[in-house]
């Protein structure tokens, strides 16, 4: 490739207490190259790049910029040094104007006259880069994908070259993804450099020229894209092999396990989340709900489980309508539910695991007869659950708070997917897991399904819904735009019904 790299980081070492999250790295990116940095939750990529970037020191290693080597000692170094980093989670003042934000820790203080005159650059820097936004808008006012664009008009008005994008499209719609791909091209086209963070593989086909994949804090691979494919990429970085695909049998059944009637329900800040939703999934059945996250997933999920209140509208359970039941309630009657989050209202912290794995199913044989807990049976299915789901533990009677995030996640997903349940409510099921347990999860709500359950999957992988549903619904802004047989789905229509646009007229 280049003769010499216009970054390039040798045997960079980074601990934090209790990991090494980056383990001796080499790491080079080319003038005018998109280049992915592709790995699985926790590699290490974050970390990497937030030493590229000034926010951490690493404890070993040096780093060459354009040739010579620097010393990174913050965001201000990295920025002279023309490197500017778009954050997974934006740090924009909410009740500031875009071009405040983008002035915000400038060296001198706006006067009026400077402002207006910035107004002015930003505004021409938005239409040479096709990264429409009013510089005059209130952060608070703008969506998701406006708000990136805030975030990469900042650093380009920093005088950046070197353009760093940490999980950029966790927060856009299929559409906004594909444009800011266009824009990544263009950046590179233009011949600066972009390192795009990922742990998406069709990401990485979509829009890099190379790859450095990163496994628990070490490269396992540098690859040019139009050498690899998929499944060679998720090999390196898995460590195995991984099947994309997944079986579905049996058809769906015509009896319904769940229908929601006109639902309206509130967000925790008493605004109207969902906006007269109403579906129905059926037994032997997955209802897969695609779109953006904060389109009222999460209110969805907890009002059927019982966790929020009903404003208005009807969750039937098998024929019973069950609206204004608690959890309590639901979890008696049938209904599994693997939540967003995992920690405050997945697992009690202070319970062991074999405890928290019989959570659900306590109050029943063979767990229990009479008042008696039956302690054999309650450790003999812990061992077999932490096992089947591979939990790292040093005991099944270890308290739930010592594992570790994955782990934690593997329990729940062990204690609700391996019973008998009616209905699943899966929120977000495979998000922040591991590939290799994310295939094992799929794979058994394809087998709880064969068993007969109705399922609820909620998720913002398209691919996942795809591969898993029998028929989509998209929800946008607390409503339903439109319900699509998974066999006749395909991903432009999907996108746009994401973006708001309502299912066309077969
Ligand atoms: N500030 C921190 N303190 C302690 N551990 C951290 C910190 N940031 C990241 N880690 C750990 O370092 C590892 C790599 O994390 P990260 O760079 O965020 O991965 P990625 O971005 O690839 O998901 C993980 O094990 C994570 O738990
Ligand atoms: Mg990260």
Redesign the pocket.
């Known amino acids: 490739m280049q003769p010499s790299p216009i970054i390039k980081m040798e045997q960079v070492v ?1 601990r ?7 383990d001796h790295v080499d790491f080079e990116v080319g003038r005018g190259e998109v280049h992915a ?1 592709l ?12 030493v590229l970037y000034g926010i ?1 020191r690493p404890d070993s290693g040096k780093i060459f910029v354009n040739g010579r080597e620097v010393s990174i000692r913050s965001p201000k170094d990295a920025i002279t040094l023309r490197i500017g980093m778009v954050h ?1 989670n934006f740090r924009l003042v909410e009740s500031h104007t875009v071009c405040e934000n983008i002035l915000l820790g400038l060296k001198n203080l706006p006067t009026i006259l400077k402002l207006k005159t910035a107004e002015k650059e930003i505004e021409e820097l938005s239409k040479q880069y096709d990264l429409p936004v009013d510089p005059r808008a209130r952060i608070w006012q703008l969506s998701m994908g406006e708000r990136q664009r805030v975030e990469i008009l900042k650093i380009l008005y920093r005088g950046a070259d070197i353009l760093i994008l ?2 950029p499209t966790s927060v856009l719609t299929p559409l906004e993804s594909k444009h800011l791909f266009d824009f990544l091209r263009k950046m590179a086209a233009e011949g600066k450099s972009v390192i795009f ?1 990922t ?1 998406k593989l069709d990401e990485v086909m979509a829009v890099s020229d190379r790859a450095t994949v ?1 496994r628990a ?1 070490r490269v396992v691979g540098k690859v040019a894209t139009s050498t690899t494919s998929k499944p060679d990429l998720a090999t390196l970085m898995v460590g195995r092999k991984v099947l994309f695909t997944y079986e579905r049998r049996g058809e769906a059944s015509a009896s319904p396990v769940l229908e929601v009637r006109d639902l309206q329900v509130l967000n925790d800040k008493g605004l109207p989340a969902l906006k007269g939703t109403s579906l129905t999934v059926h037994a032997h059945e997955i209802l897969g709900i695609a779109g953006v996250a904060g389109n009222g997933q999460k209110e969805l999920a907890e009002s059927i489980t019982g966790l929020r209140d009903v404003s208005s509208g009807q969750v039937i359970i098998e024929g019973n309508n069950v609206s204004g039941r608690n959890a309590k309630y639901m979890i008696e009657h049938g209904v599994a539910y693997v939540p967003e989050d995992r920690i405050n209202v997945g697992a009690p912290q202070s319970l062991s695991i074999a405890e928290n794995l019989v959570l659900r199913t306590y109050r029943y044989e063979p767990f229990s007869k009479g008042l008696l807990l039956e302690k054999r049976e309650i450790g003999s299915n812990a061992e077999k659950l932490i096992s089947e789901f591979n939990i790292v533990t040093s005991s099944r009677d270890a308290i739930t708070r010592t594992l ?2 994955g782990n934690l996640q593997k329990l729940i997903l062990a204690r609700e997917l391996s019973g008998r349940p009616k209905l699943i409510v899966a929120l977000y099921p495979t998000r922040g897991v591991d590939v290799g347990a994310t295939e094992y999860v799929r794979e058994l709500l394809l087998k709880q399904r064969e068993g007969g359950a109705g399922i609820l999957l909620i998720s913002e992988d398209l691919e996942e819904i795809l591969s898993l549903s029998d028929r989509i619904a998209v929800l946008y802004e607390g409503q339903i735009m439109g319900v699509i047989p998974a066999e006749s789905a395909n991903m432009e229509e999907l996108g746009l019904m994401m973006g708001g646009a309502l299912k066309k007229a077969a």
């Open positions: 980074k934090f207490p209790g990991a090494l999250a980056v940095l790995g699985e939750n926790g590699a290490g990529k974050t970390t990497l790049m937030n951490h997974q940490d999980e963070i742990h990163l804090g570790s995030g």
